[in-house]
């Protein structure tokens, strides 16, 4: 099943059509107040580690290092993803972020990472039954 899961900036009218939509960036958007966002919540442990996003900002690292340096802190927390993957499964999810150019911040890195996640999470489930009376009968064969 394909998720769907967009991108978008905060400072972009909300829509409709958004779905649930989570700030997921680590900071607070500048000029914003909570209560005229619309969001489903504000979600900060998936975005990049302060080091890392103060690196990207500096122009110390480029864009294809941070993505995989952040990619990896994502790897040694994959419950960071949860949260997005919850969403994600209810209906449409909307990443947002205050980044000026989001095809180039952790947006579209994070976006991949929670469908990655819930690829592996399917494939993982093909197997099982889908109902509890399904899974006991499951649990009773292979025994």
């Given at each position: ?92 999810l ?42 006991a ?7």
């Amino acid at each position: 099943m394909r998720h769907d899961i967009r991108c978008k900036r905060i400072y972009a009218e909300a829509a409709d059509d958004d779905g649930a939509r989570v700030l997921v960036d680590r900071l607070w958007p500048r000029g914003k107040r909570r209560d005229t966002l619309a969001l489903t919540q504000w979600y900060r442990d998936a975005s990049p580690s302060p080091v890392l996003r103060r690196q990207k900002h500096r122009g110390e690292i480029d864009d294809d290092t941070f993505a995989g340096r952040y990619r990896d802190e994502i790897d040694r927390d994959p419950d960071c993803l949860l949260p997005l993957m919850r969403l994600a499964r209810q209906g449409r999810l909307t990443l947002l972020s205050a980044a000026r150019d989001l095809e180039h911040s952790h947006v579209p890195v994070l976006r991949q990472a929670v469908l990655d996640a819930l690829d592996a999470e399917d494939r993982d489930c093909e197997d099982l039954p889908a109902s509890a009376p399904c899974y006991a009968t499951y649990n009773e064969q292979r025994d």
